[in-house]
């Protein structure tokens, strides 16, 4: 039994489709796959009904329209019978005519809640297994599929709903298994699942690889594929670092500590599992099917130097706030704050600076992390923070000082967080070219 999880951001055009198939073909085991939402939907998803929220119709139909588009153009290109473009035309218009009612009516009433956003970020893992079950379909594979709601019961914290394990191993018994004796391959989606009321919830951004482990749990798999844009697990990304030295064997310990610093190939929920239960996950590229890949164990490895980089912070403001109305201590937000305030009740726990004045409340996203020693006041729009993972403090600081002259060229802050783990602040215009000075660094240290 093997779990094949594919990410959806890498299938914009027909070479994913076609490597997908061929991976499939050549697979001899019974075999899971779980799918997610195709391209930039999610994200798409989740700003419309913001727009929505904010009474801003320009904003949401234009993400709608690009949703609507993108999946058009897909379908164009996967050399499909003119029937099934057809029904997926029609199936589109469905989806489309949908969520323009949601919007509609999260704009009139001026209110997002976590459950609705949950319905609406749904569509986008809707969509994706109609056109992956399609596309086998026509390429004449025999399978079977299976909404994930059906398997994977959570709890009621919509956005970032917690997994019931012990009815999903129910669920799985009674609803998958059965689907086996017919097929060898089964089809579902990742993110998503519902509560006891068969309501529709979402488990986090990022955790598709979470239900790829949580089958592989309830079906006693040892072995869990997960296909990205890249060839296995790199001491930096390769998509921002050309040469970062390609890491063949991972410890769980290292991912946790990779993920707590924005790493998302890694989802802490899902490390717990694996580690616990011995379950290998192996990171390969589905643009290179045979190339390398890395291989999350329980093992003992030695820890790998890694670095982390988080480009381009986002700095969100919203006027006509009353600081009186604000529950606030030590800069961090209480979760009243966001049950009072309609605005923050999505995914709060991504806000992680706050500054307040007057009327005006201002707060940053897409910080993902569990420290941020950086001094706030030197955190502005736009920029990057480099985190430098497992490293020895004086052998990095004489790497630094031996490197005066390059890095004097720059302003930037660094702040060492831990023992072994130092953070730099600066503009992402040069995020880049620093990255790559530091990655000279980390290719001089010994394997």
């Known amino acids: 039994m093997i779990i094949q999880k594919f990410g959806g951001s890498h299938f914009t055009d027909a070479k994913p489709f076609i490597n997908f198939l061929n991976i499939l073909n050549n697979s001899t085991n019974r075999t899971v796959i779980v799918i997610s939402a195709l391209g930039k939907t999610t994200r798409l998803l989740q700003s419309a009904a913001f727009s929505a929220e904010l009474h801003n119709r320009e904003e949401w139909e234009r993400d709608l329209d690009e949703i609507e588009k993108f999946h058009n153009d897909l379908i164009c290109k996967l050399n499909l019978s003119k029937d099934v473009i057809n029904n997926f035309n029609e199936f589109m218009i469905n989806k489309i005519d949908s969520l323009r009612q949601y919007f509609t009516s999260i704009e009139v009433l001026e209110e997002l809640t976590p459950r609705t956003l949950d319905n609406v970020l749904v569509y986008g893992e809707e969509i994706s297994l109609f056109i992956f079950a399609n596309y086998l379909a026509a390429n004449s594979i025999h ?244 985190y430098i993972l497992n490293i020895n403090p004086i052998s990095f600081l004489k790497f630094v000082s031996d490197n005066s002259e390059f890095f004097s060229r720059y302003e930037f802050t660094m702040a060492q967080i831990q023992k072994e783990i130092y953070a730099i602040a600066l503009d992402s215009e040069i995020s880049q070219e620093v990255s790559n000075k530091i990655n000279e660094y980390l290719l001089s240290l010994p394997e």
Request: hydrophobic letters at 35%.
């Open 143 to 386: 399978f079977s599929e299976i909404d994930a709601r059906e398997i994977i019961t959570t709890d009621d914290n919509f956005n970032d709903a917690n997994p019931n394990l012990e009815k999903i191993q129910r669920n799985i018994n009674e609803k998958l298994i059965p689907l086996f004796e017919n097929t060898s391959i089964i089809l579902t989606q990742g993110f998503i699942g519902s509560n006891e009321n068969h309501e529709t919830t979402t488990m986090g951004f990022e955790s598709s690889n979470l239900t790829a482990v949580l089958l592989a749990y309830s079906m006693n798999a040892k072995e869990i594929i997960i296909w990205t844009n890249v060839e296995g697990i790199h001491v930096a990304d390769p998509n921002l670092v050309g040469n970062a030295r390609f890491i063949p064997y991972i410890s769980f310990a290292d991912a946790n500590l990779s993920a707590s610093y924005g790493n998302k190939l890694f989802y802490t929920k899902m490390l717990q599992i694996c580690e616990k239960n011995n379950i290998h996950i192996y990171y390969k590229s589905i643009f290179n099917p045979d190339g390398n890949s890395t291989i999350l164990q329980n093992e003992h490895t030695s820890s790998i130097p890694m670095m982390n980089i988080l480009d381009g912070l986002s700095q969100m403001s919203y006027n006509g706030i009353h600081t009186s109305k604000i529950s606030l201590s030590n800069e961090e937000v209480y979760p009243e704050f966001f049950r009072n305030f309609k605005l923050f009740t999505h995914n709060p726990e991504n806000i992680k600076l706050l500054l307040v004045s007057n009327n005006n409340i201002s707060f940053w996203t897409d910080l993902h992390l569990g420290h941020f020693s950086i001094p706030k006041t030197l955190i502005n729009e736009g920029q990057s923070i480099i």
